[in-house]
């Protein structure tokens, strides 16, 4: 293996505060980092970078860990255009429009849901995004849901079980019949291929009792819980969440004082995701309040067809600054090391000697470009697991 150092970087962060200056993001000035193979082995000054077979200079541009962007929904099929249209239009948003999707990702060959998970995931690999975590929740039937997470599991290593998406429309009239198929049979043929397990735990999805006997036979079966939770009304995800020591609460729009005690006490991460609330015109979560009670909080795409087309996690960080009271060094670090921690990885989300070579160049002095410049592709060059593939 070849070594290379990455010299003259303006600013870098590293998510280490041992390293920099003691803040969170662990800013180092006119810093270098060398890799061997797919390691981070050294951060620190410029000037004391050791000899390396390669150097590349970043001539005064920052230096980020790359994206972690810890919920997506990529495995799926069709369009909801029309169904966006309507909503700028006025009409709200409502869970129902899943069907939709449902019925275009049964009809699919695994060839084309193939090749969109790799297009949408070259799409955020342009952006910066490193590492991924998508759903299965568009069959909504055991082979439809099986067949998802084994066409997700040849593109990326966090792979969830989302069968408790909605309600499959072939048990509308039987909801706790779903229940038992998404607990039972579904679960059989799913657990293999996914290390998480997930549920819609909202009104016109699944209620708290539902999701707690989803989430529970999940565990069972070895798979660790996720919950989207408490993002169209008030309910009991988020507590359920906590009490199950999910790995994360997803959305957490609506909260409590109690639900944001809950988060700041237990090791859940309170995952926000404003490309949702941005297409569809809804109330902004409000990172500053979980901030200051010292809740952990992650910020990712929840890129899917419906509610939040987007695969950019620049873009999330310029929303959650602009509109959910996050400054743009609680924003980055959301979106690297927070998302790791939504993954309960320690190897990505920071450049330390020891994780994992995911490094974004930007083309700018600072990370706080990426909300400064919104819109703006400062994505120059990117490094997943020491190669630069872009």
């Excluded at 993001?25 to 410029?46: K, N």
């Excluded at 909801?175 to 799913?190: R, S």
């Excluded at 959650?320 to 921690?341: C, H, I, L, Q, S």
Aim: glycine share 8%.
């Amino acid at each position: 293996m070849t070594t290379t150092a990455v010299t003259h970087i303006a600013s870098l962060v590293t998510n280490d505060p041992s390293l920099g200056n003691g803040t969170p993001l662990g800013l180092i000035h006119d810093a270098a980092v060398v890799i061997d193979g797919d390691r981070i082995v050294w951060t620190g000054e410029s000037s004391k970078a050791p000899a390396t077979d390669n150097v590349l200079d970043a001539a005064g541009r920052a230096v980020i860990p790359g994206f972690v962007d810890s919920h997506s929904h990529l495995v799926f099929a069709g369009d909801r255009t029309e169904e966006f249209n309507a909503r700028m239009s006025g009409q709200p948003y409502r869970a129902g429009g899943i069907r939709t999707t449902v019925a275009a990702t049964r009809a699919a060959s695994d060839d084309d849901l193939s090749a969109n998970v790799a297009r949408y995931l070259a799409e955020a690999l342009r952006q910066g995004t490193t590492t991924f975590e998508t759903k299965s929740g568009y069959g909504l039937t055991v082979e439809d849901e099986a067949r998802a997470l084994r066409i997700a599991g040849r593109h990326m290593d966090e792979v969830t079980y989302l069968g408790a998406h909605i309600v499959s429309p072939d048990y509308a009239d039987d909801p706790a019949g779903y229940v038992d198929l998404v607990t039972g049979p579904m679960l059989d043929a799913c657990a293999p291929h996914a290390r998480w397990i997930d549920v819609f735990c909202e009104q016109g999805a699944f209620d708290g009792d539902q999701a707690r006997a989803i989430l529970t036979a999940g565990r069972a079966k070895g798979l660790h819980p996720r919950v989207h939770a408490n993002q169209l009304s008030y309910g009991p995800g988020v507590q359920l969440a906590v009490e199950l020591d999910a790995a994360s609460a997803d959305h957490c729009t609506h909260l409590t004082d109690a639900d944001v005690d809950a988060l700041a006490q237990g090791n859940t991460v309170a995952t926000l995701l404003p490309g949702a609330e941005f297409s569809t015109r809804a109330e902004w979560p409000d990172a500053r309040r979980l901030l200051d009670a010292g809740a952990t909080v992650a910020l990712s795409t929840d890129c899917n067809p419906g509610s939040s087309f987007t695969s950019s996690v620049p873009f999330c960080i310029a929303l959650a600054v602009r509109d959910m009271g996050m400054t743009p060094d609680e924003a980055v670090w959301a979106a690297t090391a927070g998302g790791a921690a939504a993954l309960r990885r320690t190897d990505v989300g920071r450049i330390t000697p020891g994780a994992r070579a995911d490094l974004v160049l930007l083309d700018a002095p600072s990370h706080v470009h990426l909300a400064y410049r919104p819109g703006v592709p400062l994505v120059s060059a990117v490094w997943r697991r020491g190669e630069r593939v872009v």
